[in-house]
């Protein structure tokens, strides 16, 4: 496992890791990526599209169900 | 080579060592392995001929374990200083993060070390780095031989170091410098780090 730096060193190694480690620390920080935007910022962020610039539902052909929340009401019914 | 990957979260930094033969590279290399915490270890791989001189490079990997979420790993390398071994020189290069160049301050090593120098900025042009801004250090070692046979190190400086980076006297086989010279390169190193292009990149 990788040791962490903070754990025991001496002499001219432990100086050397100790000022390469502050560097480090400095940079990572200021460099990290952004973190990502909650769920809710995002959803807020979605551009929204002018009614008339939405596709439309193809309009279903004969014979074909298209209303599929009703699907469970009718075998009920045929079934009666 | 990429220094800092935020996706495997692990941070690689490659200084290369430069300079001409029997300026001390390995004698650096060595004196930082021999510093080392045991359980810090690695294999530092030595290529070198029957008498001593290095014939390929050194390799010396640093793992500084986990420092702010990052796997930290230093890779350390010099290249062999003699003039035919051009290829390898540029091999070594390739990657690089950042330079040592470790001068011999005896005075009459002072050609040697010019044309090591012109070599190394040949060979960086060559590999698509710019010369004028990868990160450097000058080390002027052999400060403990008779002051006889060495030249002053603000004259060293005035001659070889006109990018004026920052520059250190060295005396690597008692280890003086030498890890002044690697905490230097290492800050200018890191001090590059860059931000990543995209999260996970």
């Known amino acids: 496992m990788a040791k962490e730096p903070e754990e025991e060193e001496s002499g001219e190694f432990a100086d050397f890791l100790a000022d390469v480690s502050k560097e480090i620390a400095e940079r990572v920080e200021s460099l990290s990526p952004a973190p990502e935007p909650p769920a809710e910022e995002k959803k807020l962020r979605t551009p929204r599209v002018a009614a008339s610039d939405r596709k439309k539902t193809p309009v279903a052909e004969a014979g074909l169900i298209v209303e599929w929340p009703n699907i469970a009401d009718r075998l009920i019914e045929e079934m009666r | ?201």
Not at chain 2, 53 to 82: C, K, M, W
Not at chain 2, 103 to 117: F, M, V, Y
């Open chain 2, 1 to 201: 080579m990429s220094v800092v990957n935020y996706g495997t979260r692990e941070i690689t930094c490659k200084i290369v060592y430069y300079g001409p033969g029997r300026s001390g590279k390995t004698t650096n290399l060595q004196h930082v392995y021999s510093q080392l915490p045991e359980e810090r270890k690695g294999k530092m791989v030595s290529l070198a001929t029957e008498t001593d001189r290095t014939l390929f490079f050194d390799f010396l990997p640093l793992d500084l374990g986990t420092i702010s979420g990052f796997a930290t790993r230093f890779q350390l390398y010099t290249v062999p200083g003699q003039v035919y071994y051009a290829a390898t020189r540029k091999l070594v290069l390739q990657g690089v993060d950042g330079v040592v160049f470790v001068a011999d301050s005896q005075s009459r090593q002072l050609a040697e070390n010019i044309e090591s120098l012109q070599d190394l900025h040949a060979n960086l042009a060559d590999e698509g780095f710019d010369p004028r801004s990868i990160p450097l250090v000058m080390q002027y070692n052999k400060r403990d031989l008779p002051a006889s046979e060495i030249m002053p190190v603000e004259e060293l400086d005035e001659t070889l170091n006109f990018r004026g980076v920052p520059h250190y006297a060295g005396a690597a086989l008692s280890g003086k410098g030498v890890f002044e010279t690697l905490r230097s390169i290492s800050t200018l190193v890191l001090s590059r780090l860059s931000a990543p292009a995209t999260k996970g990149s």
